[in-house]
């Protein structure tokens, strides 16, 4: 087991053992050591959005139960993907590592282009068509080879708010995301190859919703006792 750090352990430990698929709007859920393997890692959503590489030179190692991705073209694709990016809301859970933070690593991508990745130490980007929005936080905000969590969720006013360890980040500028949407398709890769992920995935979830704060903090306390 690996720790997140002390920071974010808490005296209250009954959150512990959470199933995120009891909250509603669940997408895909990405278990640390459940049903993983390098060519297929298993949704626990009940959906059935598995994510999965037939081609061995495109899959990542399985370690501590979670996927390391090796930064150059690892990559998994989702069973059915996933429409991102409009007016509606998400929530999405990461918990994991990145290996270099002088590069940006894809978390969730389209065959044509949109993406939602870690850019460099400090910032957050959703690229869907040609519409940018790009949140910057405090420099090394995002630090490689530490175990850390976020929560990324898109709001009904198209605002874009970053829970970092369960604490909200306060960005330079809160720009609006804009209307296009995309259809969310890979993990890990996106079309600009400099924007491989590199690092470690333990969990990863998707809610099709803009989670209230109270659901958030019984999620990353769930997620800071895990690893």
Known sequence: ?????????????????VDLASFSNLAFYFKNAT????????????NDNHMAQ??????????????FFDGSDDQ????????????EEFSLFWAGSIANHTTSHTLLSAEEGSYLIIKNADEIELQVGEVTTTMSYANGS??????????????????????????VLTPASSPDSGTS????EKI?????EDYAFSGKVYELALYQEALSAGKIEIITDYLSHLL
Request: overall charge negative; hydrophobic content about 35%; charged content about 20%.
């Open 188 to 192: 890990g890769f996106t079309t600009n």
């Open 76 to 87: 998994y694709d989702l069973a059915s993907g996933l429409q991102l990016g409009e007016s």
């Open 142 to 167: 995002f630090p490689h080879r530490t175990n850390m969590q976020l929560c990324i969720r898109k709001n009904t006013d198209r605002t874009i708010d970053v829970f970092k360890n369960g604490s």
């Open 35 to 46: 049903q993983i393997a390098v060519d297929q890692w298993k949704d626990q959503s009940g």
């Open 1 to 17: 087991m690996l720790g997140l750090g002390g920071n974010l352990c808490k005296a209250n430990f009954t959150d512990e053992f």
């Open 181 to 184: 949407s995309f259809l969310c």
């Open 54 to 67: 037939e081609s061995a030179g495109l899959q990542a190692q399985v370690s501590s139960g979670a996927l």
